[in-house]
């Protein structure tokens, strides 16, 4: 049961999933993981900073970013040639490709719509590099709301809901990351975690994705400050 901010709300005793396994006198309020910090406010509530950077995460997608936005760049280049010249801009280190490209019957249009999604793919990379590198989760207990902020810097998205209407709390396996390494029976081990908030009404809140040792601390974190036993 948990009687955080005075109010009895049911939880799950199990803080951890079946590939975490952390006796619990390895976890202290008081010596939080590398990576993260916790501060009391002056109304009695809480305020966890996480710093989402994982190397085993980031330089894997900063290697997949470069090599793709690498080939993608290319044919940007040519389609900005190919567009420069439609316009009568004369682009002298492009003379052969503006040449090359006089008798060609596809439209450039046609070309910037064939390479659009190629362009958001690697856009969409770029942002999961940045945030992978740079990126933060903010959670905020107090007697009349939390949050979570996930972002980079003052950027990002916020989940706001009431601690007194928490129904569960869960540190699940993350279906967004890959499956790394091998264990004694072969299997995949999980390295991605997040933490899933149900709430009363069936909403879920959830987390940027975390490792096993934040994950884990995170989870036993919150479970002592909703008071949960």
């Known amino acids: 049961m948990c009687t955080a901010f005075g109010t009895v709300k049911s939880m799950t005793n199990d803080y951890t999933s079946p590939q975490i396994s952390v006796p619990r006198d390895e976890l202290s309020l008081e010596h939080p993981p590398r990576g993260i910090r916790m501060e009391r406010t ?3 509530g809480t305020i966890i900073k996480i710093r989402l950077f994982s190397a085993a995460t980031a330089f894997p997608i900063l290697f997949v970013t470069l090599f793709w936005n690498s080939i993608v760049s290319v044919f940007v280049a040519l389609a900005i040639v190919l567009t ?18 006089e008798g060609d019957s596809i439209p450039v249009w046609f070309f910037w719509l064939f390479l659009t999604p190629f362009i958001a793919i690697g856009l969409g990379l770029l942002y999961s590099t940045v945030f992978n590198i740079f990126g933060r989760c903010e959670i905020r207990l107090g007697s009349g709301e939390g949050s979570i902020f996930s972002g980079i810097g003052s950027i990002g998205r916020t989940q706001r809901f009431s601690p007194q209407s928490v129904k569960s709390l869960n540190l699940n396996e993350s279906p967004s990351k890959f499956k790394t390494g091998k264990n004694g029976s072969g299997a995949p081990i999980t390295t991605h975690f997040r933490l899933v908030i149900e709430m009363n009404n069936g909403r879920e809140i959830k987390s940027p994705d975390f490792g096993k040792i934040k994950g884990t601390w995170l989870a036993f974190a919150l479970k002592k400050i909703l008071g949960c036993t």
Do not use: I, R
């Not at 420069?84 to 490209?101: Q, T, V």
């Open 42 to 44: 002056v109304n009695g």
């Open 84 to 101: 420069a010249s439609k316009f009568g801009y004369d682009l002298e280190f492009f003379s052969k490709m503006e040449n090359a490209s």
